[in-house]
């Protein structure tokens, strides 16, 4: 996997689920029920369940105490995933209003291609 991959996985995953992933601490997880974060949009559906046991991390973490994950994630910059995590778990903003330009500011960043973005809604709740 590369940063590209990651990116295009984690971004249709928040708009085809239409919000943050959140508990109601307003902490954000990896997964919940069906949703997950930016990143838990990138593993798979064993690796999320197994993040999901760790919350409050950030990516370095979550390597940290899974190592399945830091294999996983082999070709995939962990400070980009870190940026869009980042990026993701922000509460300060009106969250799909200013979602789109803050992850493509993380895009531009990193000189990855956003045009995939193009064809994405948001999922309506």
């Known amino acids: 996997m590369n940063n590209q991959q990651a990116l295009e996985m984690g971004v249709t995953g928040i708009y085809k689920q239409g919000s943050q992933c959140i508990n109601g601490g307003g902490a954000c997880l990896y997964k919940l029920g069906d949703k997950a974060c930016i990143v838990g949009w990138v593993l798979t559906d064993d690796l999320r ?3 999901s046991k760790h919350t409050n991390k950030n990516v370095y973490g979550i390597i940290r105490d899974v190592p399945e994950i830091e294999d996983y994630f082999e070709g995939v910059d962990l400070s980009f995933l870190n940026g ?3 990026a993701h778990d922000n509460e ?3 969250w799909r209003g200013e979602f789109t330009e803050i992850i ?3 895009i531009r960043s990193y000189n990855l291609d956003d045009s995939f973005m193009e064809e994405l ?3 309506q709740e």
């Open 49 to 51: 369940s197994l993040a």
């Open 84 to 86: 869009l995590q980042s």
């Open 92 to 94: 300060d903003f009106d």
């Open 104 to 106: 493509k500011s993380v």
């Open 121 to 123: 809604t948001w999922r």
